[in-house]
């Protein structure tokens, strides 16, 4: 069973620019979750998407987006990149949502804005 | 906002040791309590905890809840090199996780 694919792996922007990061869930998973992991946070809640909705989202500004496909596979957007958004970002993927069920986790993406 | 705080950030044990890793949470609207082993980059899933006083065990690992006192502990007997990791705990509720900090466990032989 293949787990949780992240991509890019890394990725060096420029403030100002967008980028946009995927993540494709364990087959049969419905819950995609992003998560913003930096030494001074820590692990901080960005969105989750079930079935292509998304059912909660943290406290981000409006600069991060994400979507989910039909397919279940997830994308995220960050515009307009500040220095502090370089962080570690990781998804998950659960059947029902990681509040009820066990989250698998990809390798993530090491994103640094310079 | 809920908070999670995890005591201590930072722990040093000799191999064999037994640890226990603190975990307390603020609730509005708790569903669960979550431990999280982070050895590299993905976290990996050790228990989720949803009912008060029952105790989960895997192997050398246990945790047991108190959602009276709104805390939680994460026990490692016999501990080995490779339980150094950070160890996660987070709150479920309303469709997202809050985590907290970490404990940074570092085991040496």
């Known amino acids: 069973k293949a787990g949780v694919t992240q991509t890019p792996r890394y990725l060096i922007k420029t403030r100002g620019q967008q980028v946009t990061l995927s993540c494709s869930p364990i087959s049969g998973h419905r819950s995609v979750s992003w998560y913003q992991q930096t030494p001074g946070q820590g692990l901080q809640f960005l969105f989750e998407?079930?079935?292509?909705?998304?059912?909660n989202k943290g406290n981000f500004p409006g600069r991060f987006s994400g979507r989910q496909f039909s397919n279940s596979r997830s994308e995220m957007n960050v515009s307009t990149l500040e220095l502090g958004d370089s962080a570690l970002y990781l998804c998950a993927s659960s059947l029902y949502g990681p509040v009820d069920t066990e989250a698998f986790f990809g390798q993530g993406t090491r994103l640094t804005v310079v | 906002e809920d908070k999670v705080v995890q005591s201590p950030l930072s722990l040093v044990v000799h191999e064999g040791d037994t640890v226990t890793l603190n975990c307390s949470y603020e609730?509005?609207?708790?569903?669960?309590l979550l431990w999280y082993k982070q050895e590299k980059k993905a976290p990996t899933f050790l228990f989720m905890l949803t009912s008060s006083g029952i105790e989960k065990k895997s192997g050398r690992l246990s945790s047991i809840l108190d959602k009276k006192e709104l805390f939680s502990i994460l026990n490692i007997t016999a501990t080995q090199t490779g339980d150094s990791a950070v160890y996660l705990c987070?709150?479920?509720?309303?469709?997202?996780?809050?985590f907290g900090k970490g404990t940074k466990l570092t085991v040496n032989p």
């Open positions: 987070c709150q479920g509720g309303s469709e997202k996780l809050v």
């Open positions: 609730v509005t609207n708790f569903r669960s």
């Open positions: 998407y079930f079935s292509e909705t998304q059912r």
